[in-house]
């Protein structure tokens, strides 16, 4: 098993920043690919940002690209997501989620483990 914890939401004011992060534990060598996603009320889970372990791509989705950065500290096991010139579209509960399967996906229900969530609110 892979737990997975979140930490970082808040409320901002539209153009702020945040930072979530995402600390991994348990059998992390398992784990092929880390993902960020995210979901508001009455709408779909939805792909944010993401990356595999054993390469140097990273993957955004065309809303948060050129705002958002996803990276990694491999000593920590740790997963961050850097959100600059936040936007009220982007309040919603943000996941971070890990998938043991060999190919990069942004579909959420190929992702094997999942964190509780955190809030992140953007007023405008």
């Known amino acids: 098993q892979v737990q997975l914890l979140e930490s970082g939401g808040g409320l901002v004011q539209a153009g702020d920043s945040l930072r979530l992060s995402c600390a991994a534990s348990?059998?992390?060598?398992?784990?092929?690919?880390m993902g960020w996603f995210r979901q508001a009320p009455g709408r779909e889970r939805e792909f944010v940002a993401g990356?595999?372990?054993?390469?140097?791509?990273?993957y955004y989705a065309d809303s948060v690209k050129g705002r958002f950065t996803i990276s990694r500290d491999n000593t920590k096991n740790t997963v961050y997501l850097q959100m600059n010139s936040l936007k009220p579209d982007d309040t919603a509960v943000y996941y971070c989620?890990?998938?043991?399967?060999?190919?990069?996906?942004?579909?959420?229900?190929?992702?094997?483990?999942w964190g509780q969530g955190t809030q992140v609110t953007v007023s405008s």
């Open positions: 990356f595999s372990w054993r390469g140097s791509s990273t």
């Open positions: 989620a890990a998938d043991k399967a060999v190919v990069f996906s942004t579909t959420p229900y190929e992702y094997d483990y």
């Open positions: 348990g059998r992390t060598f398992s784990i092929y690919a």
